[in-house]
Nanobody
Framework: VQLQASGGGLVQAGGSLRLSCVLSGRTFSSYAMGWFRQVPGREREFVAA????????YLADSVKGRFTISRDNAKNTVYMQMNSLKPEDTAVYYCAADANFERIVGGSNGIDYWGQGTQVTVSS
């Protein structure tokens, strides 16, 4: 399985970015998908997760109202739209895939597959 994340970059505070992550090598619709982020020296932090069906996504409190997660099973892709970005959103963002939605929501331990990370930098 490969997860290829893209869409990161440098943006000013208040701006927007859309991250994408393509899964290959397995049946995409068999996996719940999620996004995590990590700042150097800190633990990886859960950001958002979406079920295999795409219904009832779950987001961390720190991003609710600003980020949305969606998926296109026909394109084997999960997206995260990030609006009203803040400097504290600066991190490396990782996509994740797991057959178990609760495992993604519960944190990063034991998740099946990870992408390589994409850097998001928000300037003030």
């Amino acid at each position: 399985v490969q997860l290829q994340a893209s869409g990161g970059g440098l943006v000013q505070a208040g701006g927007s970015l859309r991250l994408s992550c393509v899964l290959s090598g397995r049946t995409f619709s068999s996996y719940a998908m999620g996004w995590f982020r990590q700042v150097p020296g800190r633990e990886r932090e859960f950001v958002a997760a979406i079920r295999r069906s795409g219904i009832m996504p779950y987001l961390a409190d720190s991003v609710k109202g600003r980020f949305t997660i969606s998926r296109d099973n026909a394109k084997n892709t999960v997206y995260m739209q990030m609006n009203s970005l803040k400097p504290e959103d600066t991190a490396v963002y990782y996509c994740a895939a797991d057959a178990n939605f609760e495992r993604i929501v519960g944190g990063s331990n034991g998740i099946d597959y990870w992408g390589q990370g994409t850097q998001v930098t928000v300037s003030s």
